[in-house]
């Protein structure tokens, strides 16, 4: 049988697919959560850094390494289970146990992580979560655990994934630094359920965190904005005015747009990033089917009230920029015609004093041409009286009349060379 060489990709792009399957979580139980991100260039970090931070931490419980150029990993951390990932912009651990301390939300869970092992991380935490999953008790209990874990104004409950469980949260942040959600799984919700809705929680709150970047972006740059913008409006109010020169205007306009084009520039990766983190963390929510529970407000609620506000931000900056670069656009493009009609203006004026002067000249030219042949035709008649002199006598013919018969035909000669000289040097 033929055989077809394969793509050197295709292999890897269809287990890219599988490659981060959901953990398979069996109530009580918990999970703690960390992102790690570096403060600048996030996307072109170092990535082996993450890669030897990691293996320092599976060297401390005697776990084997990923495999060279890994982008997740899952294993064993001792008696937990770690998850790793690896993203454009953020690392993530994950790290399950089970069963459940008596404190709940205990931050001795997050110890698991050793202090001097975060103090060299390769970045900065971008947040990180306690996450507690019991079995689902009667309604009372829940209403009771929630409202003693929780921030009641900010707190929403909900049941997801068709009522198998009610997962809570109130996405603020404890003493301790961690974000805490729960989940009570229903009888009927199986490990690897509860290990998606776990996995779903962690990513909503990642994202989340990851794209109100792009709302202190956009607020770090609103104040320039618009007083580019009132720059701007004053360079167009004053267009038409004579006052200043056009030149100077265009000046300062093309200063106002490279300006916007850096921060153009500067913001088009983070706002980018923005959109895409906040259309997982929509599409997170919409996975988990919410259904109201007990009157609370759901997830979807709490982001509409709370998250959307921040992301129409961040839009909102977003056209202004490009709004405002169009402006400088057309402004620029008035200007420049502006200029062009006065260069124009200008030009044509310089021609037409060009055109005068020429005239001027080549008026003079004729009279000293004039003069010239008289001066020529006086020396010619001169030296030609002395030289048919002799001719002169032998027909004795006056001297005077001879001369004088000479100046017509030596005049016209003279004339007649000059302007055949003339012809050969300006041809028509």
């Given at each position: ?13 269809a ?11 069996d ?20 990535r ?73 991380a ?133 200063g ?39 009157g ?36 620029g ?85 000059g ?10």
């Amino acid at each position: 049988m033929a055989t077809i060489e394969d793509h050197p990709l295709r292999y890897a792009l269809a287990n890219e697919l599988h490659a981060r399957p959901f953990p398979t979580l069996d109530a009580p139980c918990f999970a703690v959560y960390l992102a790690i991100k570096r403060p600048e260039n996030a996307a072109g970090r170092d990535r082996s850094a993450d890669v030897a931070h990691l293996t320092d931490l599976l060297d401390r419980y005697g776990t084997a390494h990923p495999k060279p150029g890994a982008n997740h990993f899952f294993g064993d951390l001792g008696k937990y289970r770690l998850k790793w990932e690896s993203h454009t912009e953020f690392v993530t651990y994950t790290i399950f146990g089970d069963g459940n301390s008596d404190t709940p939300f205990d931050g001795k869970n997050f110890g698991v992580f050793p202090e001097d092992w975060l103090a060299e991380a390769p970045g900065v935490r971008m947040t990180s979560a306690l996450i507690r999953v019991e079995r689902m008790p009667s309604d009372d209990e829940i209403r009771a655990k929630i409202d003693r874990w929780f921030v009641p104004e900010s707190m929403a409950a909900t049941h997801v994934l068709d009522q198998a469980g009610i997962m809570a949260g109130d996405f603020r942040i404890d003493e301790g630094g961690h974000a805490r959600f729960a989940l009570f799984a229903g009888d009927d919700c199986s490990p690897r359920r509860i290990g998606r809705i776990v996995q779903r929680i962690c990513e909503i709150e990642t994202y989340k965190q990851m794209s109100m970047l792009g709302l202190a972006r956009a607020r770090a740059i609103q104040g320039r904005l618009g007083e580019m913008g009132d720059e701007l409006s004053r360079l167009v109010a004053d267009m038409g005015s004579e006052t200043t020169a056009s030149e100077a205007r265009l000046q300062k306009l093309l200063g106002i747009s490279a300006d916007l084009e850096r921060l153009n520039a500067e913001t088009s990766f983070r706002f980018g990033a923005t959109a895409a983190y906040e259309a997982i963390v929509n599409q997170r929510i919409e996975v988990l089917r919410e259904e109201r529970w007990d009157g609370r407000q759901t997830f979807r609620e709490f982001m509409t009230r709370r998250y959307d506000p921040a992301m129409r931000t961040v839009k909102a900056v977003e056209r202004q920029l490009h709004d405002m670069a169009e402006r400088a656009i057309r402004a620029g493009d008035l200007l420049r015609t502006k200029v062009d009609v006065e260069r124009s203006a200008e030009n044509k004026a310089l021609l037409e004093s060009m055109d005068r002067r020429a005239d001027l000249q080549l008026r003079l030219q004729e009279t000293v041409e004039g003069l010239s042949v008289v001066a020529i035709s006086y020396y010619a008649v001169s030296l030609l009286g002395y030289l048919t002199a002799p001719v002169a006598s032998a027909l004795h013919v006056d001297k005077v009349w001879w001369t004088a018969g000479l100046v017509i035909p030596v005049v016209l000669l003279v004339w007649l060379a000059g302007r055949t000289v003339r012809k050969r040097l300006i041809p028509h």
